[in-house]
């Protein structure tokens, strides 16, 4: 997945004082609140650097409404504390984050013609590409679904745990990622 470019600005992104991570589905409210919900659980004690976590959906069909029941249960059994309001994507959203995680590849779609500017565009990664075990695969290529998280709307609670896992998996990566790459200090005399 990561091209010389988008590990340069990853290594960027790594280096800022505070992250601002921004989860993209379809509706936002089922599984962007699940990773919003997981990733914010993993990252707030974290102070350098300091994760702001938020989501929002493409489509406009739900603003205002809480998660999918689904969704709620999924993250709260798990242990994790999180209150959501969906909300759509605008496109200042691309100036006020440093990621755009999309969790499938037509979420990916939709945000990269929302794009104005390969400022933008860099900024635009899929949610999954964080898991280790996916992280090599490229989203353009035939393997590229594997990077989707599948849309449980509508399904029933077992598809909702799945995505917690899916999800699960990705998040830590991304924790190791914020807390492992190594920042190189001044040494003071
Ligand atoms: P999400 O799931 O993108 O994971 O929040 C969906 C929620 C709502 C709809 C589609 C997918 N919908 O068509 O309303």
């Keep these: 997945m990561h091209s010389l470019e988008t590990k340069k600005y990853l290594s960027m992104v790594r280096g800022k004082a505070k992250i601002s991570v921004h989860i993209v589905c379809l509706g936002n409210i089922c599984r962007s609140p699940i990773a919003n919900a997981v990733l914010l659980n993993l990252t707030r004690d974290l102070s350098a650097p300091k994760v702001e976590v938020d989501s929002s959906g493409t489509g406009p069909w739900h603003i205002g409404q809480s998660a999918a029941d689904f969704s709620t249960q999924s993250w709260q059994?798990?242990?994790?504390?999180?209150?959501?309001?969906?909300?759509?994507?605008?496109?200042?959203?691309?100036?006020?984050?440093d990621l755009i995680l999309a969790m499938d590849l037509s979420n990916r779609a939709n945000l990269l013609n929302l794009a104005k500017s390969d400022e933008d565009r860099a900024k635009i990664f899929m949610f999954t590409s964080f898991d280790p075990k996916k992280s090599h695969i490229d989203p353009d290529s035939k393997d590229g679904q594997i990077l989707s998280v599948p849309d449980p709307y509508g399904g029933p609670i077992e598809e909702f745990e799945s995505v917690l896992k899916i999800i699960e998996a990705a998040a830590a990566g991304f924790l190791d990622w914020v807390r492992s790459e190594v920042i190189l200090t001044p040494i003071s005399e």
């Design 77 to 97: 059994s798990a242990g994790y504390e999180y209150h959501h309001i969906a909300k759509q994507f605008q496109p200042d959203f691309f100036k006020k984050h």
